[in-house]
């Protein structure tokens, strides 16, 4: 069985459509996720969590009542958490950080779920077929799937580049965090970098627990291609629309509120970053 798992943020966004999206609604993302999941059919999804990042004076009070009236037809249970941000040494985990929590929580837990399916949420699967070439993927060789793997270059070693959805395996998971008691591995902070600079050290080492045991990274451009929002990217618009992988294959996951024929190809734009 399956945690259907979304890390949410009610602070500012990159993208200034998503800021709008979020004035006007502040629970715009979380919808979207939760009209996904209403008419779920496959019946391998357990339960949806939704992890809350939380800023200093976040409006608990209005998101309890939120997921308190939240009922699914396709009958998956809904739970949430909310979460610091930031960890006891002052580093920004992030999406990262929310993950880990809930993985931590059902390990702890002992409970029956198998696969972790992890969202940004603001990145959503274009309908109900697409989770099975993620869970297909993730296997007890090949316990953490993601939507894009950056081959290495001049500025970072190999990584999980593409946030918006990672699959991983629970019992693979357990094995590490016995070992570690986090499954995701997390960076101390330098202190004469930024939290975003931080942030971005969590992202490209965040796997190290599974490659130092000799496990690969994995996504799932062998057969499809995934779509991704970049915002303020240097030398390029405030919202750059690309899609890994090979266009000409079925598109799992996108940014919420944009669509394929939109995408740009980011080997021809950042032939230094990404290469195939």
Known sequence: ????????????????????????????????????????????????????????????????????????????????????????????RGSYGAWNDVMVKDITADTNIEKFLMFEDDYILVNEDCVYPYIERCTKDSPLVCSYVMKPNQWCIEHLSHAGLVCVDKMIAKKIYDEHKEVLYFEQPNPSLSDYSNICNVQVYCHKHFTNKGYKLVDVLDEYSTGYLYCNQPGFSEELLVVFGDSQNATLVIPIGYKDYEYEDPYALMPNIHTR
């Open 1 to 92: 069985m399956i945690n259907y798992v979304v890390c949410c943020w009610f602070g500012p966004r990159g993208s200034k459509k998503y800021s709008a999206l979020i004035e006007g609604d502040k629970f715009y993302f979380i919808n979207q996720h939760l009209e996904f999941l209403n008419i779920y059919s496959k019946g391998d999804i357990e339960k949806a969590t939704f992890v809350v990042n939380s800023r200093p004076d976040e409006d608990t009070e209005t998101i309890e009542k939120f997921f308190s009236e939240v009922k699914l037809d396709s009958g998956i249970k809904v739970d949430y958490l909310f979460r610091d941000n930031k960890d006891s040494n002052g580093l920004v």
